[in-house]
């Protein structure tokens, strides 16, 4: 993996959601630039909620992050 620092970047604000039922009318909400998931084989609601992300025109260009744990 490679992580690059970028010196002129902005701050940047995080959100921390725990339940998936609540993550897809957050981030309509707040509209983020990236979204980061941290995500369980078998997380059925977290599946759900990725593919709620994908299938709104509002949400579905906003870059998603899957990290498999």
């Not at 957050?26 to 759900?48: A, H, T, W, Y």
């Not at 593919?51 to 990290?67: A, C, F, G, H, K």
């Amino acid at each position: 993996m490679v992580i690059e620092i970028m010196p002129d970047a902005e701050r940047c604000d995080a959100v921390f959601v725990e339940s998936p039922a609540r993550a897809y009318s957050l981030i309509k909400r707040v509209g983020p630039e990236l979204v980061i998931v941290c995500l369980e084989m078998n997380d059925q609601d977290s599946f759900q909620a990725l593919s709620m992300l994908t299938l709104d025109r509002q949400t579905r260009e906003i870059p998603v992050v899957i990290r498999m744990t």
